[in-house]
């Protein structure tokens, strides 16, 4: 169908401390790292070669996909020195590409999970003859968004930063990360310096007459930017809420992944992942959460909606709510960490050290 370009080469400083030694795009969710989830929902919609545009940790992207045809992609890998924003790593893979000038090149950003129609957005491109298209979705809440009004048509008239009073907020349409471009238009973005294409690329090419389209699809859509949205992304993969062939099995409450152990009596709903290696001992309620690979979590433990990094221990009767427990933590038993509570990677905290903590 075409070729696309994935954007993975952001710190993911706000979902820290899950990307302290692992890039956004390669967190786990629901089994696997998040990137695999787009990659396999690309090839499903026909797309055959992708180009990564990497950055932050890039080193650990090739080892893990190779050559992309164990997805049954051709992959190919281009490393940013310097940052140069969404347009400049656009911009950046240009070269990498296959397309002709007037062919349409996919482009996404790699911490979007979301249930679009990739070829409705393909086929919208090409039957409206735009220079781009953008999936558009509609929140209820825009005012954290750039909104994107358009006409009866779908034609984009505008790109507003977010709103600040409710006299400006005249859509509920907003950006949802996932474009189609004509590889002509991705050659005319300036080289080698930063560029972003939500301030400079859109507003310069509607200032210059042409044609961008909009594409409303308000199916599944989640910005996995946050450590509770990321939680909640991977738990939506297990339950089905949001569409994936790359779940590594059969979609329900629960998903336990071979060589983990988990205890009869252990109670574990709301799309848990519980991943290789990792233990859940008796007694154990673990709701809505990802339990990375050979983590533990001790006899009568409660976690809910929380993440436990590889290989972290939470001892037995602790409870977390909201949490997140870095790579190699040590959590000691009747501890009580609620309310998007942070444990650094390889942090140990003694038992019963906190009854309640909160970053609020």
């Not at 993975?8 to 899950?18: A, F, I, N």
């Not at 992309?68 to 890998?77: A, D, Q, R, V």
């Not at 977010?162 to 990360?177: F, H, L, R, S, Y």
């Amino acid at each position: 169908m075409t070729e696309a370009i994935l954007l993975v080469g952001g710190k993911g400083t706000r979902l820290r401390p899950l990307t302290v030694r692992t890039p956004k795009p390669m967190v786990p969710a629901a089994g696997v790292p998040f990137l695999t989830h787009q990659l396999a929902r690309a090839q499903a919609a026909g797309v055959d070669h992708i180009v990564l545009a990497t950055s932050y940790l890039a080193e650990v992207f090739e080892p893990y996909f190779g050559d992309g045809s164990s997805l049954g992609l051709s992959i190919e890998y281009v490393t940013e020195v310097e940052p140069l924003g969404t347009g400049g790593a656009i911009r950046n893979v240009a070269s990498r590409l296959r397309s002709g000038p007037d062919e349409p090149v996919l482009i996404f950003n790699g911490d979007i999970l979301t249930g679009l129609d990739i070829r409705a957005l393909v086929d919208t491109h090409r039957t409206s003859g735009a220079d781009v298209s953008l999936h558009l979705t509609r929140v209820d809440d825009p005012r954290a968004f750039g909104l994107v009004p358009t006409d009866a048509t779908g034609r984009v008239t505008a790109f507003l930063e977010k709103p600040q009073t409710p006299q400006e907020i005249v859509t509920d349409q907003i950006n949802a990360g996932a474009y189609v471009f004509r590889r002509s238009v991705i050659d005319s973005i300036p080289a080698g310096r930063p560029v972003s294409v939500e301030r400079e690329t859109f507003p310069g090419l509607l200032a210059r007459g042409a044609h961008l389209q909009g594409m409303v699809d308000s199916t599944y859509w989640l910005d996995l930017g946050t450590p509770a949205a990321f939680v909640r992304g991977s738990a939506d993969l297990v339950l089905g809420r949001a569409p994936s062939p790359a779940v590594p099995g059969r979609c329900g409450d629960r998903l336990v992944l071979a060589t983990a152990k988990v205890a009869p009596d252990a109670k574990l709903t709301g799309g848990t992942v519980v991943a290789e290696g990792a233990v859940i001992g008796a007694g154990a309620c673990v709701e809505g959460s990802a339990i990375l690979a050979g983590a533990v979590v001790e006899a009568g433990a409660v976690v809910t909606d929380s993440l436990v990094g590889a290989g972290a221990r939470i001892g037995a009767r602790t409870i977390l709510d909201g949490a997140v427990v870095g790579d190699g933590a040590d959590v000691g038993a009747d501890n009580e960490l609620r309310c998007g509570v942070r444990v650094w990677c390889g942090a140990a905290l003694p038992a019963g050290a906190v009854r309640f903590s909160s970053d609020q």
